[in-house]
T-cell receptor, first 110, second 115 residues
Framework: EDQVTQSPEALRLQEGESSSLNCSYT??????LFWYRQDPGKGPEFLFT???AGEEKEKERLKATLTKKESFLHITAPKPEDSATYLCAGYGGATNKLIFGTGTLLAVQP | DTEVTQTPKHLVMGMTNKKSLKCEQHMGHRAMYWYKQKAKKPPELMFVYSYEKLSINESVPSRFSPECPNSSLLNLHLHALQPEDSALYLCASSPRGTSGTDTQYFGPGTRLTVL
């Protein structure tokens, strides 16, 4: 069964304390791995799309990487405004739809 | 510009009411999606329209009825909902139909409460 698993469920960081969020996937024939940020009560905001193992993308303090089994979202020197739920989703397999992980709730304290 | 708009932002309805949610995008995208999201859960796919034709219905109850009048507009008609249907309803669009490699861009959502 196609599946996306994110860890940890929740992460609390001090401002400036770098860390990584993990997204493990078992999606046959993965055609795209997507990262979104979601603030409470709002729609997911697109961050990155990764298509092949070894690919990396960066945006401000965020960097996403992809291997054949997992993706990481690295957050460098986070700020309180980076606090949000980060969702990972894979597209592929037989379902022809995005398969979401359950998200990582990130809290960055000043 | 990657903007998807949704109206209304909030909706409260009784179980006997009929209401509609509206979604618009003017990016020329050819696939549009409805998702349902409960608190602390990821979005769940409900319907997909590709080139204005319904291509995926995730076995959604008939009290939810989607409509795609044109390539920019997507509606979700609601009738005889249950309290457990209360959720954040999200619309999304992607450029080239359901190719899988295209990014889906989400709207801000409609917060629906069923009394």
């Amino acid at each position: 069964e196609d599946q996306v698993t994110q860890s940890p469920e929740a992460l609390r960081l001090q401002e400036g304390e770098s860390s990584s969020l993990n997204c493990s996937y078992t999606v046959s024939g993965l055609r795209g791995l997507f990262w979104y940020r979601q603030d409470p009560g709002k729609g997911p905001e697109f961050l990155f799309t990764l298509y092949s193992a070894g690919e990396e993308k960066e945006k401000e303090r965020l960097k996403a990487t992809l291997t054949k089994k997992e993706s990481f979202l690295h957050i460098t020197a986070p700020k309180p405004e980076d606090s949000a739920t980060y969702l990972c989703a894979g597209y592929g397999g037989a379902t022809n739809k995005l398969i979401f992980g359950t998200g990582t709730l990130l809290a960055v304290q000043p | 510009d990657t903007e998807v708009t949704q109206t209304p932002k909030h909706l409260v309805m009784g179980m006997t009411n009929k209401k509609s949610l509206k979604c618009e995008q003017h990016m020329g995208h050819r696939a549009m999606y409805w998702y349902k999201q409960k608190a602390k859960k990821p979005p769940e796919l409900m319907f997909v329209y590709s080139y204005e034709k319904l291509s995926i219905n995730e076995s959604v109850p008939s009290r939810f009825s989607p409509e795609c009048p044109n390539s920019s507009l997507l509606n979700l008609h609601l009738h005889a909902l249950q309290p457990e249907d209360s959720a954040l309803y999200l619309c999304a669009s992607s450029p080239r139909g359901t190719s899988g490699t295209d990014t889906q861009y989400f709207g801000p959502g409609t917060r629906l409460t069923v009394l």
